[in-house]
Nanobody
Framework: VQLVESGGGLVQAGGSLRLSCATSERTFSSYAMAWFRQAPGKEREFVAAISRNSGRTLYAASVKGRFTISRDFAPYTVYLQMNSLKPEDTAIYYC?????????????????WGQGTLVTVSS
């Protein structure tokens, strides 16, 4: 299973970024997907998840109302639209997949991970 993130970068507080996670058709059709993040010196934490059929989405309280997770069959990509970014959103963002169809907030549920993409929000 290959997950390839892109879209990170430097943005000012209040700005927006859209992260992408590209994968194969098999992975896209078989797995629920999620985004986690890890800030320097902190543990990896849940950000958002979307179920295999896109019917269920989950968000961390810290990003609810600002971030939106979605998935697109063409071209088998999961997105994280991030608006109203804050300096505390600065982290490496990781895409992950799980065969638990509904998706979950728990890190241990996820079997496959991308290499991460860095998001830096300046104040």
């Amino acid at each position: 299973v290959q997950l390839v993130e892109s879209g990170g970068g430097l943005v000012q507080a209040g700005g927006s970024l859209r992260l992408s996670c590209a994968t194969s058709e098999r992975t896209f059709s078989s797995y629920a997907m999620a985004w986690f993040r890890q800030a320097p010196g902190k543990e990896r934490e849940f950000v958002a998840a979307i179920s295999r059929n896109s019917g269920r989405t989950l968000y961390a309280a810290s990003v609810k109302g600002r971030f939106t997770i979605s998935r697109d069959f063409a071209p088998y990509t999961v997105y994280l639209q991030m608006n109203s970014l804050k300096p505390e959103d600065t982290a490496i963002y990781y895409c992950a997949s799980t065969n638990y169809a509904l998706g979950d907030t728990q890190l241990w549920r996820y079997d496959y991970w991308g290499q991460g993409t860095l998001v830096t929000v300046s104040s």
